[in-house]
């Protein structure tokens, strides 16, 4: 999508939450917590936006686990 991995990542966690006005970014002792674990995958995606372009990509990602209000809510 010529944007950097790290530009991605920021783009779908931390961009949303400060737009929403959530905290972001601090995991600290007896706060809830909101995250997602990744892993690298060699397993081909295809991703189509709503006006129909399509991105190929023989690399990803999997959910690991994804933790929400400090509650496991996925485990791979």
């Given at each position: 999508?010529?944007?950097?991995e790290?530009?991605?990542?920021?783009?779908?966690?931390?961009a949303?939450?400060?737009?929403?006005?959530?905290?972001?970014?601090?995991?600290?002792?007896?706060?809830?917590?909101?995250?997602?674990?990744?892993?690298?995958?060699?397993?081909?995606?295809?991703?189509?936006?709503?006006?129909?372009?399509?991105?190929?990509?023989?690399?990803g990602?999997?959910?690991?686990?994804?933790?929400?209000d400090?509650i496991?809510?996925?485990?791979?």
């Amino acid at each position: 999508a010529g944007m950097a991995e790290e530009d991605i990542l920021r783009a779908v966690t931390t961009a949303p939450a400060k737009a929403l006005g959530q905290p972001w970014g601090r995991l600290q002792v007896g706060a809830k917590a909101d995250l997602a674990v990744l892993d690298y995958t060699n397993e081909p995606f295809c991703l189509t936006d709503p006006a129909g372009n399509t991105l190929e990509s023989p690399l990803g990602y999997r959910c690991k686990l994804t933790v929400a209000d400090g509650i496991v809510v996925y485990r791979d």
